[in-house]
């Protein structure tokens, strides 16, 4: 249990920032678990806190190990740790970083237990995307039947579940995907979809009551005008977006928090065919540097997620 493998990021910069190193095992605080981690989702954060562009909303104190969310296995307990015990198979969002590493201490209040008949992967590929999705789906109001919904990135980790769940509520869907994953979003639910590398959403949709924003750039600015007067932009992408919302209208900024509750539904709905998770790639712990770095670059609809143990 003394040695213990670690993604850490030792510089602000490209993929050669990130270096595979021993760092210290972690001794669980009261409250925590050290989690043997079987896999690990990417996630788009990981090359911004690479690159640096997102320093000032996460400082980090470099060399710092990377990673958000987390399956594996509890290999020891801390201080008034009460619903968990060592060996349950748990998944999670960490809450801050440290994921990509063989044991991480996470808060229990963090974890939800894995499905018997769930693999870890498909586990560690739903603790942040598919509890964001959810969360800021409804974070503008509840979502009813016949609610006219555009979705921006939904070929994406969060934008995939956002679909699903808007489905679910019975929502006219518009979702923009490259178009090449046309397809994909369709099939999990979208009503109309629009390519942005071949059409303007604007010349497409109006009278839009929430759209939601997991593609950043200039969507915003551009989604206001397909927007009713008294819809609302949800942006997890965007983080500027309360300080550029025009007067009189009504964009939110979202932060995700972890939920176990609903990380606990999400597991119940994907076990019972409810939600569908696209795990895209799974890669080797060792080729998470250049995994990160395809996150950047390329363009794989749904999750990514690096194995650590099988
Ligand atoms: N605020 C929070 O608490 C929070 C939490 C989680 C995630 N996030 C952020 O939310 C965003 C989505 O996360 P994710 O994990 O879903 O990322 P992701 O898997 O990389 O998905 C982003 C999607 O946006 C698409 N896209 C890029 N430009 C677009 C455009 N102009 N129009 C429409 N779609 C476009 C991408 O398609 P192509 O790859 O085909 O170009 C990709 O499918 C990221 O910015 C992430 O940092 C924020």
Redesign the pocket.
Known sequence: MNSNRALVLTEYGGAHALKLAAVAAPVPGPGQVVVRVHAAGL???DW?LREGY?RQAFPLQLPAVLGIELAGVVAAAGADVTRLRVGDRVMGPLGGLGAYAELVAVKEANLALVPPSMSMTAAASLP??AV??WS?LHLAGPVHGGQRILI?????????FAVQYARQAGAVIYA???S??MDYVRSLGADHVIA??RQR?EDEVRDIDLVL???????VARSWAVLAGHGAIV???T?DIVASTPAGRRGL?????PDTARLQAVADDVVHGRLQSKVAAVVRFDDLPAAIER?RT??????TVATLVG
């Open positions: 996630n788009a954060l911004k997102v942040l995307a964001a999705a800021s921006h990135g939904a070929a994406g980790g969060l934008g995939g923009t995907a490259r090449s994953h942005y590398d959403f924003d997991y593609a950043g750039g200039d969507v942006s997890a992408a983080p900024w979202f932060q995700n928090t996150q390329g363009s794989t609809p749904g999750k």
